[in-house]
């Protein structure tokens, strides 16, 4: 998700939303914010909604077998 020179980064196996500043030119940036998010499974993408942020979570632990559950989740909240 990126606003402005601020990108927010989903690290899906390690469960964290990392808050980003770019650099001028897009070209490097630098970590401002690491905000852990228990209980995700695998989240995947973001999108922002007002003032909030919504993570699909991916299950992605599901492709080496097993079914994922369905519907798949959507968790919320806000901006960091």
Excluded: W
Aim: with cysteine; proline share 5%; charged share 20%.
């Amino acid at each position: 998700l990126l606003e402005g020179r601020t990108l927010y980064v989903v690290r899906n196996k390690n469960q964290v939303v990392s808050k980003v500043n770019l650099s001028a030119d897009y070209g490097s940036g630098r970590i401002l914010v690491e905000e852990p998010l228990e209980g995700l499974r695998f989240p995947t993408t973001l999108v922002s909604v007002g003032g909030d942020v919504v993570v699909v979570q991916g299950q992605l632990d599901k492709l080496q077998g097993g079914m994922p559950e369905t519907p798949f989740k959507l968790t919320c909240f806000k901006k960091f």
